[in-house]
């Protein structure tokens, strides 16, 4: 601010002395534009103040606002000792991510009282506060994400509970501890009159391990669901993936700083049947690269995402029975529309078979390609199909799945997704890989999609 104000004083002299100088007009310009940039080589680089967000207290109460602080501080001032001129915002916009959630936007008000420019000289500092009311649907953990402006992101879990004040002001009072004294107090408040924690107790049955849910995501769907057709069978399916090394660049493209290890069971439980055994169980570890956006662009599609690796899959089982492949692979996957809202997504999956010694016919029924094809929103209704096409015959499979979040249809607190599943075709379990059965239409429940 200050610098285009000097910037303009030394141009208004430098006009007022070519008029005086009576040059002619087309000589004043080029005299002017020749001191302006020379002007410009010499000024000193602008003095601007520092903002940061404070990072807000790691519990909130849900009845109290979410409020963030921005510090403005003029560490680097202008030399001669002149204040700078920081202009505020009257809002302070974030981004709000939870659970299942696709991320929204929220808009903080600027406390009252705060002028919209603030003068500071060197060393000084402001405090400005900010605050908008959550919203019903966050719950759990919610990142922030500040808009506008480089900050760290915060992560901050919200109590709905009866004690969410007290709680709250307990975090309070333990993040602001300065004293050891302090912090004891602090951890004394944090126990209820008869003993009771009030903060969440850390859990006796877990195992310990540094940071290692930082590394662990999602990867195929994972879901319980039952269906009758001849008979009642269930299908139930569990997917993470672990990404082996989480580097400084988020945004690194390298190969080892984007190498996963995922794992894949998927089984028929046959409740039919006497004892209600499980008819098959197909594991698949695998071992891939992947980066969910390549940075290429096109007018053509929104984002591309990549992966290739390597997978094996087997239903554990021997003599007559056993079915095992291992598939090398690669998988780009094409984003179309807006990834907020309902867009459309391609992602075939193209692989070659060896070790299949148990099942060497494979490729005649399930070919050489799964082609995934999703359309639906992040935080609304989805159909995702994958289709399979055999290198004989018309062999091949229908898989479509449709899922709708819970949160949606029976409240915020709620998470997971309703699940509507139809199969029909070849290859449902690797054991009757050669084998239709009768279609098959399912419902049940999705923790993630």
Same mark, same amino acid.
């Given at each position: 601010?200050?610098?285009?104000?000097?910037?303009?004083?030394?141009?208004?002299?430098?006009?007022?002395?070519?008029?005086?100088?009576?040059?002619?007009?087309?000589?004043?310009?080029?005299?002017?534009?020749?001191?302006?940039?020379?002007?410009?080589?010499?000024?000193?680089?602008?003095?601007?103040?520092?903002?940061?967000?404070?990072?807000?207290?790691?519990?909130?109460?849900?009845?109290?606002?979410?409020?963030?602080?921005?510090?403005?501080?003029?560490?680097?001032?202008?030399?001669?000792?002149?204040?700078?001129?920081?202009?505020?915002?009257?809002?302070?916009?974030?981004?709000?991510?939870?659970?299942?959630?696709?991320?929204?936007?929220?808009?903080?008000?600027?406390?009252?009282?705060?002028?919209?420019?603030?003068?500071?000289?060197?060393?000084?500092?402001?405090?400005?506060?900010?605050?908008?009311?959550?919203?019903?649907?966050?719950?759990?953990?919610?990142?922030?994400?500040?808009?506008?402006?480089?900050?760290?992101?915060?992560?901050?879990?919200?109590?709905?509970?009866?004690?969410?004040?007290?709680?709250?002001?307990?975090?309070?009072?333990?993040?602001?501890?300065?004293?050891?004294?302090?912090?004891?107090?602090?951890?004394?408040?944090?126990?209820?009159?008869?003993?009771?924690?009030?903060?969440?107790?850390?859990?006796?049955?877990?195992?310990?391990?540094?940071?290692?849910?930082?590394?662990?995501?999602?990867?195929?769907?994972?879901?319980?669901?039952?269906?009758?057709?001849?008979?009642?069978?269930?299908?139930?399916?569990?997917?993470?993936?672990?990404?082996?090394?989480?580097?400084?660049?988020?945004?690194?493209?390298?190969?080892?700083?984007?190498?996963?290890?995922?794992?894949?069971?998927?089984?028929?439980?046959?409740?039919?049947?006497?004892?209600?055994?499980?008819?098959?169980?197909?594991?698949?570890?695998?071992?891939? #690269?992947?980066?969910? !956006? /390549?940075?290429?662009?096109? =007018? *053509?599609?929104?984002?591309? &995402?990549? $992966?290739? +690796?390597?997978?094996?899959?087997?239903?554990?089982?021997?003599?007559?029975?056993?079915?095992?492949?291992?598939?090398?692979?690669?998988?780009?996957?094409?984003?179309?529309?807006?990834?907020?809202?309902?867009?459309?997504?391609?992602?075939?999956?193209?692989?070659?078979?060896?070790?299949?010694?148990?099942?060497?016919?494979?490729?005649?029924?399930?070919?050489?390609?799964?082609?995934?094809?999703?359309?639906?929103?992040?935080?609304?209704?989805?159909?995702?199909?994958?289709?399979?096409?055999?290198?004989?015959?018309? #062999?091949?499979?229908? !898989? /479509?799945?449709?899922?709708? =979040? *819970?949160?949606?249809?029976? &409240?915020? $607190?709620? +998470?997971?997704?309703?699940?509507?599943?139809?199969?029909?075709?070849?290859?449902?379990?690797?054991?009757?890989?050669?084998?239709?059965?009768?279609?098959?239409?399912?419902?049940?429940?999705?923790?993630?999609?």
């Amino acid at each position: 601010m200050h610098l285009v104000a000097s910037f303009d004083r030394f141009a208004r002299r430098i006009v007022v002395t070519i008029r005086r100088a009576h040059l002619p007009p087309r000589r004043n310009r080029l005299t002017l534009a020749f001191a302006v940039f020379a002007l410009s080589g010499a000024l000193p680089g602008e003095a601007a103040a520092t903002v940061a967000m404070l990072q807000p207290a790691r519990i909130a109460a849900a009845r109290e606002p979410l409020q963030l602080t921005l510090l403005y501080s003029a560490d680097d001032g202008h030399p001669d000792g002149r204040p700078l001129t920081v202009t505020v915002p009257q809002t302070l916009r974030v981004n709000l991510t939870g659970g299942e959630q696709a991320p929204q936007p929220l808009e903080l008000a600027r406390e009252a009282g705060v002028p919209d420019t603030l003068r500071l000289r060197p060393g000084q500092f402001r405090k400005v506060r900010f605050s908008a009311p959550w919203p019903e649907s966050a719950r759990g953990e919610m990142r922030i994400d500040p808009v506008g402006f480089d900050a760290s992101p915060a992560l901050v879990v919200i109590n709905r509970g009866p004690q969410q004040e007290a709680i709250a002001q307990a975090e309070r009072s333990e993040t602001q501890a300065s004293t050891p004294a302090q912090a004891a107090a602090t951890a004394a408040a944090l126990d209820g009159p008869t003993g009771d924690a009030i903060s969440p107790p850390g859990d006796s049955l877990s195992t310990t391990g540094r940071g290692v849910f930082a590394h662990v995501s999602y990867y195929e769907p994972m879901y319980f669901a039952v269906g009758h057709n001849g008979d009642t069978n269930a299908r139930l399916q569990l997917s993470f993936k672990y990404r082996l090394r989480i580097p400084d660049d988020l945004r690194s493209k390298a190969f080892i700083d984007n190498l996963y290890f995922a794992y894949t069971q998927t089984s028929i439980w046959d409740l039919s049947a006497e004892s209600r055994p499980f008819r098959d169980t197909t594991y698949s570890p695998q071992l891939f #690269y992947y980066v969910p !956006d /390549t940075g290429w662009r096109s =007018p *053509l599609f929104t984002r591309m &995402g990549f $992966a290739a +690796g390597v997978a094996h899959e087997s239903n554990g089982k021997g003599g007559a029975d056993s079915r095992s492949i291992n598939m090398p692979f690669i998988r780009p996957t094409w984003e179309f529309g807006d990834l907020t809202a309902n867009h459309l997504t391609v992602s075939p999956k193209i692989y070659y078979y060896f070790g299949k010694e148990s099942n060497p016919d494979i490729a005649d029924y399930r070919g050489y390609v799964d082609l995934l094809v999703k359309y639906g929103s992040p935080d609304g209704w989805q159909l995702a199909t994958t289709l399979r096409k055999g290198t004989k015959h018309w #062999y091949g499979s229908v !898989d /479509t799945q449709f899922t709708y =979040p *819970l949160a949606k249809l029976l &409240g915020s $607190a709620w +998470g997971g997704y309703l699940w509507i599943g139809y199969f029909n075709g070849y290859g449902e379990d690797l054991l009757d890989y050669n084998n239709r059965q009768h279609w098959m239409a399912r419902i049940g429940y999705s923790i993630a999609r």
